[in-house]
């Protein structure tokens, strides 16, 4: 029986965790931490996450006690390590598919969710446009799609590791659904853009991206550049502050 107590909300993270949840059908509860009016920062939630971002978790771990979980790999890695007991998006621990699972989800952990990040701050929310920064950061998204790109080539599945969909492809999937914000064109993807769609057709994923609020993929598709940027200037002015109060 799990004690899951999941804290999040609708960022490219943040719905890591509710989509593997609902892969691995398991119940869980969810707090939905309101990023903009700083709710990360109060003590209850340091409590959970001392570093103050989302996703978190709570748990009742196997000695009884309460245990927290912070940072979205290592949240995944709890989840499948302890209740995928049928390897329904995993693989046995030691072996070689459990490593390559492992190499991606760091990869992204490192890689595709710092440098799409970057991206989307310098093209949407910095107050000036730096074109270096863009270009620079716009670069290395692309270098690691393409690098997605690559692996799907190869793959007889259509997911990254072996013969299923795995914590890996969960882990990019919120990533690479929002290209569009960071002005990355899909259709130099074609592989990745299939994958994106395939991954909409699972059930998990379907119900899991929508939680705790609707999901942005379909809105993205019909937006113009122009309107999006209007929806990034309403949190501008709350990015800077938050880096000037972080920066303290």
């Known amino acids: 029986m799990s004690d899951i107590h999941l ?4 960022t490219p993270n943040g719905v890591k965790i509710p989509i593997l ?12 931490i309101d990023i903009a009016t700083n709710v990360q920062r109060e003590p209850w939630f340091l409590e959970i996450n001392p570093n103050g971002r989302i996703p978190a978790l709570t748990d009742t771990f196997t000695d009884g006690k309460p245990i927290r979980l912070f940072e979205s790999g290592s949240i995944m890695q709890y989840l499948t390590d302890r209740y995928d007991t049928e390897y329904k998006v995993s693989y046995p621990r030691g072996s070689r598919e459990y490593y390559e699972v492992n190499n991606w989800l760091m990869w992204q952990m490192g890689g595709l969710g710092p440098m799409q990040g970057q991206l989307n701050h310098f093209i949407r929310y910095a107050p000036e446009k730096v074109e270096y920064s863009i270009k620079r950061y716009k670069k290395e998204v692309r270098h690691l799609y393409r690098t997605l790109e690559t692996q799907l080539e190869s793959s007889t599945s259509g997911y990254l590791v072996g013969d299923r969909c795995t ?8 990533w690479v659904a929002t290209a569009k914000w960071g002005r990355i064109n899909m259709e130099e993807f074609p592989a990745l853009q299939e994958w994106v769609e395939r991954m909409l057709k699972r059930p ?6 929508h939680v705790p609020s609707p999901h942005v993929y379909e809105t993205y598709q019909i937006l113009s550049d ?3 940027d209007q ?12 880096m000037n109060e972080e920066a303290k």
Do not use: F
Request: charge should be negative.
């Open 226 to 228: 122009e309107e999006m």
């Open 7 to 10: 804290y999040t909300t609708q």
């Open 231 to 242: 929806r990034a200037a309403r949190l501008r002015d709350w990015v800077k502050s938050s």
């Open 167 to 174: 914590s890996a492809d969960i882990a990019c999937w919120g």
């Open 204 to 209: 998990g994923v379907e119900k899991g991206r």
């Open 21 to 32: 949840l609902e892969e691995l059908g398991l119940s869980y509860k969810v707090t939905d």
